[in-house]
Structures are given as C-alpha cells and as structure tokens.
C-alpha cells in the first residue's frame, strides 16, 4: 500500500509542499499547485501502476544504454567490472 508521501511525490513530482501526517489535511500547498482531496484519494489506487511503469521505463533505459555500450565493443566481462 502505497503512502501518502509516496502519492504526493507521484501527484506533484517538483514539490511545493508539506505534509504533516498521512491524511489530505496535513498537506499546505506552498508552490504547488493544489489538488482535491478527491485527486489525492484517487492516488492510492493509481499509485502501484505509475510505480511499476516508472521501474519498467528505468529497466528499459538500462537495457537500451547496455545494448550502446556492447555495440561500442564492451564484452560483459567489462560490462560486469563496471558494476552493470
């Protein structure tokens, strides 16, 4: 289950505000364009979803920069020494 900090990183990923607690009242929009109680609510169900689409981006973005650096003669013996 996602947490409310977690949802609010998602919602508004540049900041702008602080949150005491878990619940939508402890949120104060400083610089950040405020959302509902109903958009902050709706996060908790989306958030699994954006969580494993972010973490399938960043593995695809691994494997394409690997695929670079083998097409640029790396064996995976370098690769491995690298810490790839």
Do not use: H, R
Not at 2 to 20: C, D, F, H, R, W
Not at 28 to 34: D, G, K, N, V
């Amino acid at each position: 289950m996602a947490k409310s900090a977690e949802v609010l990183a998602m919602l508004i990923p540049n900041g702008g505000y602080t949150q005491i607690g878990e619940s939508y009242e402890g949120i104060t929009f400083i610089e950040a364009e405020p959302i509902t109680k109903a958009q902050f609510d709706a996060g908790f169900a989306q958030y699994d979803a954006w969580q494993a689409q972010q973490e399938a981006e960043a593995t695809a973005k691994k494997a394409a920069a690997l695929a670079k650096l083998v097409a640029l003669g790396l064996t995976t013996d370098d690769l491995t020494a690298l810490g790839l």
